[in-house]
């Protein structure tokens, strides 16, 4: 009620009773005024409005504005286009398929800030995955760590989609050399339980429902991220979800007070479905459960609006709906290792998408690095550093995130 009472009178009253301002305002003048005073302050409300709401309260400034809905739809693109892009990007491998369908669906891999920051090399019979070193999150990752992490993820697609389509083959990482080669050859298609789980996977910012998992589905999880050089321990106890929350909001805290953060942060949000599709990359609002704005708007709402205390409240009610916390920890600190505990988080990620389970990454005390012993010494293995913190449970489906084209990540060999 509250949210709809400020609604009306900023989109219909505020304006009428200065007259002369009123006076001097074009249409589009008022109604870009107004819609950024109404989206302010649904924002302000705690971006819990949802469309609905946001276009009752809205009604008079849109009638006023005449041709507002036209100007915000511009702005802002629309849900129906990046819901066809998003298919497309997502469609399922066609019956013979192509190398390049295979890259498609390496591409469809988790990936830190959705950066995609990998290069496809094809020679016969081999499948180089390169990092692209343009696509670096200097402040969050200093070392590449989560960058090759995500070329492991990228890798284990491959894998799979591969062997489903008749190209059985072996993931290499050589020692002095950057990346993961596949080297494949002819053979049968085989049978792949998690290919369907490949274009159906997201990340899903959300809250859980608390829900808790089937004794077999729970064992199928557990045995889900077994990859040589690889442990993954699952925390299901309450106290120890605890545990990693609290490490998570001390991670947050520290990563929102860095400026250098928050800015490189903002550099890949996508306010907007028309920005996305645009770029093909990024982290979409609304794939992050928050309101799509126009690009200005957006910036506002993002400097005012995100707040440590917001967003902690936030990971700690994502946290506490959650089942359990898998966290995945190599056995050595290299690049190999990384890209194989990418291999395990994804394989993770796919089994628990077939069992209509849900995941999202939480790792702020990995991304930290005063918070690793801390979180190491949690799941008994003081000394390792972990790769990551991913939670899970069942919840909602949000829009999926978008990808570049094949054609933009394919380099000349
Ligand atoms: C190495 C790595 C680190 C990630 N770190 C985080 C994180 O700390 N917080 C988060 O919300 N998502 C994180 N993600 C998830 C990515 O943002 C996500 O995979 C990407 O936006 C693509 O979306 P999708 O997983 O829904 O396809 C991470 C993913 C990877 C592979």
Redesign the pocket.
């Known amino acids: 009620m509250r949210q709809t009472r400020q609604i009306d009178s900023a989109s219909g009253r505020k304006p009428q009773s200065d007259g002369r301002l009123h006076s001097r305002l074009t249409g589009v003048k008022r109604f870009r005024i107004q819609l950024e005073y109404l989206f302010v302050v649904a924002i302000k409300n705690g971006w819990r409005m949802n469309r609905r709401n946001i276009l009752v309260g809205a009604g008079g400034a849109l009638l006023l504005a005449g041709a507002g809905t036209f100007a915000w739809k511009s702005a802002v693109g629309s849900m129906a286009d990046y819901r066809n892009h998003a298919g497309r990007l997502r469609a399922r491998l066609p019956q013979n398929p192509e190398v390049v369908d295979l890259i498609r669906f390496a591409t469809?891999a988790?990936?830190?800030?959705?950066t995609q920051p990998w290069l496809f090399r094809v020679e016969k019979s081999v499948i180089e995955i390169l990092p692209d070193h343009s696509r670096r999150t200097p402040v969050v990752d200093p070392d590449d760590h989560?960058l090759f992490?995500?070329l492991g993820?990228a890798a284990e697609n491959l894998l799979i989609a591969a062997n489903a389509s008749g190209r059985p083959g072996d993931l290499e990482t050589a020692e002095g050399k950057s990346g993961v080669r596949f080297r494949y050859s002819d053979g049968q298609a085989r049978s792949e339980p998690l290919l369907a789980a490949i274009p159906a996977?997201?990340?899903t910012?959300a809250e859980f429902d608390r829900r808790s998992l089937p004794a077999a589905d729970m064992k199928a999880l557990e045995q889900a991220g077994a990859i040589p050089g690889v442990r993954m321990v699952i925390l299901a106890e309450r106290q120890q979800i605890d545990g990693v929350r609290d490490l998570v909001i001390a991670g947050n805290s520290t990563q929102m007070a860095d400026p250098a953060f928050v800015r490189e942060l903002k550099q890949w949000l996508r306010f907007n479905p028309r920005g996305a599709m645009a770029a093909g990359d990024g982290?979409f609002a609304a794939?992050s459960a928050n309101p799509v704005l126009p690009n200005l708007l957006g910036g506002i709402a993002f400097e005012r609006f995100f707040t440590i205390e917001g967003e902690n409240d936030k990971y700690a009610r994502h946290i506490g709906t959650s089942v359990g916390i898998a966290v995945f920890m190599s056995e050595r600190d290299d690049e190999a290792h990384w890209i194989a505990a990418?291999r395990a988080c994804q394989r993770f990620a796919l089994t628990a998408t077939s069992l209509g389970v849900k995941h999202?990454?939480?790792?702020?005390p990995v991304?930290v690095a005063r918070l690793r012993p801390e979180l190491a010494a949690l799941v008994g293995e003081s000394g390792k550093r972990p790769d990551?913190v991913m939670r899970f449970g069942y919840g909602p489906v949000l829009p999926?995130?978008l990808r570049r084209p094949v054609e933009a990540v394919m380099v000349e060999v």
Not at 110 to 114: D, I, K, P
Not at 360 to 364: D, E, H, R, S, Y
């Open positions: 469809l988790a990936n830190g800030h959705n989560h992490v995500s993820c996977r997201q990340s910012r982290l794939a990418g999202a990454f939480i790792n702020q991304e990551i999926y995130s």
